[in-house]
């Protein structure tokens, strides 16, 4: 209804700058149908391989992956509705992919799994800032049975006009 809409899960912190962010991400990606959305937390630990994570950065202020977001994110309404119908069409049988991770696919509660094994099957990229727009408290609740801080980055802290680049130039 709107062209796009920004999601903060219960135990998510966002940056005040966050509008700032989406708004000109939107205005470079929202009609490149090869974008499903925009993250706006950007991971600094891989927790699939439970390692530090450090994207390749070419002097941009983004790139794109294929793993899912659901700790802020802004959807772009014509993409989302295309996942809507492919999620009513799947949700109850949703088979394993060996291009997902196999965590994924055990997740419980959770519709960022359906949207991890859509990008993927679709050739579809999340859009993620290397300065992070919101941060994850990771409070105990129906995903996690203990508080921990290993999930907070920190926050973007300010106004800027950020540099983005072509779908073919991006870091991947």
């Known amino acids: 209804e709107y062209g796009a809409a920004v999601i903060f899960e219960d ?20 009609s490149d149908k090869r974008i499903f959305a925009l993250a706006l937390y950007s991971q600094i ?35 989302w509705r295309e996942f809507r119908k492919w999620y009513d069409d799947n949700k109850e049988n949703l088979q394993h992919r060996d291009d997902v991770p196999p965590q994924i696919f055990e997740w419980t ?8 094994y859509y990008i993927v099957a679709n050739d579809l ?3 993620v800032p290397y300065d992070s727009f919101s941060t994850n408290f990771h409070d105990e609740g129906t995903h996690t049975a203990v508080n921990t801080s290993v999930y907070q980055v920190p926050l973007m802290y300010g106004r800027k006009t950020y540099n983005f680049t072509t779908f073919e130039e991006m870091i991947k």
């Open 11 to 30: 135990d998510i912190v966002p940056s005040p700058y966050f509008y700032d962010y989406v708004k000109q991400a939107l205005d470079q990606y929202v």
């Open 109 to 116: 509660n959770s519709w960022a799994k359906y949207v991890g």
């Open 125 to 127: 990229y999340f859009v």
């Open 45 to 79: 630990w891989n927790g699939y391989r439970n390692k530090a994570f450090h994207p390749l950065r070419n002097g941009t202020d983004a790139y794109l992956t294929q793993c899912e977001c659901s700790w802020g994110e802004c959807f772009i309404g014509e993409q």
